[in-house]
């Protein structure tokens, strides 16, 4: 066997655990999760193929508001994510020191450690009626009796941006720790400010950072399930509720595998959308971040 060949079969075998994780859990369920959302229940256990499950969607408000609300609920999220995660992310790639980006790291690390489940049940024993926060305020005076913080969009909000904040600092600090530090001396020499600096070289030169970043939290916050569920409770308005309702509620697959996947174009949509006003490409994003 020669050289070449050898080089090339070894790709092969290194390639194919990566290829087959791709086939057997990306590719293969979201083409049987296509052919299920086009099945039309017509009688018990006939089926037709149709778009009868997407009509069905387009012509109930409350589904599509819902997508709605929770694409605008995760834009918010991504863009508070990315107001308090870019400092950080600056802070700890420009200014800290060795053994200082190692602790903030693992400050920001600490929470991924537990689950989802453990994360939402914690913010829950600190706003509830008789937690933490309202007791602290009514032993310092602050208020007269219990006030109750969870069950409303800013409690949800701050719960997932809680949660998804290291995957926006990491990117940005891959991104910012790769530019050099002439460039931003260079900037305040020509007579830029601080604004400036920011403005026309630190977000340009980070901008893959952001984008990916931006494109991670993004996802995960619209395809979240447990925390704004437990955060949010009745008053909740999840696309995902909707999703597991009809899965597990109401055992019709068929709308349920229709709304996995008009979630997934919709927000495939927002992040191509995202994309092109940014000017970055999603090959790009990905090789500078």
């Known amino acids: 066997m020669q050289q070449k060949d050898i080089k090339r079969l070894t790709m092969l075998l290194l390639f194919a655990p990566f290829a087959l994780w791709i086939l057997l859990l990306i590719l293969l369920p979201h083409i049987g999760m296509v052919i299920l959302s086009l099945r039309e229940k017509v009688a018990p256990r006939v089926y037709e193929f149709g778009f009868g499950n997407y009509i069905d969607f387009a012509m ?3 589904y599509w508001n819902t997508l709605l609300r929770t694409g605008s609920m995760a834009l918010l999220v991504t863009a508070l994510a990315l107001l308090i995660g870019f400092p950080i992310a600056y802070y700890i790639a420009k200014v800290a020191g060795f053994r200082t980006r190692g602790a903030l790291f693992l400050l920001c690390l600490i929470p991924l450690w537990v689950s989802d ?18 007791t602290f305020l009514q032993w310092s ?12 969009d800013a409690t949800v909000v701050v719960g997932l941006v809680y949660t998804v904040i290291l995957f926006m600092i990491v990117p940005l600090v891959s991104t910012l720790d790769g530019m050099d530090n002439s460039m931003i001396e260079a900037g305040y020499n020509l007579g830029g400010n601080g604004f400036t600096v920011l403005r026309r070289i630190i977000v340009p030169y980070a901008m893959p950072g952001i984008v990916s970043g931006c494109i991670v939290v993004f996802m995960l916050t619209a395809g979240s399930y447990l925390t704004p569920i437990l955060l949010g409770g009745k008053n909740s308005s999840w696309f995902t509720e909707q999703i597991y309702d009809q899965f597990i509620t109401r055992f019709n697959w068929e709308s349920g ?16 959308l995202g994309l ?8 790009n994003t990905v090789a500078k971040s």
Request: proline share 4%; charged share 10%; hydrophobic share 60%.
């Open 141 to 152: 005076g602050a208020i007269d009796g219990p006030i109750e913080f969870l069950y409303n």
């Open 117 to 134: 489940l453990i994360r939402a049940f914690g913010w829950i024993l600190l706003l509830r009626e008789t937690g933490v926060i309202s």
């Open 276 to 283: 092109k006003l940014s000017g970055q490409t999603l090959a």
């Open 257 to 272: 595998a229709a709304f996995g996947f008009l979630l997934l174009a919709f927000t495939s949509l927002v992040i191509w």
């Open 60 to 62: 109930e408000p409350i």
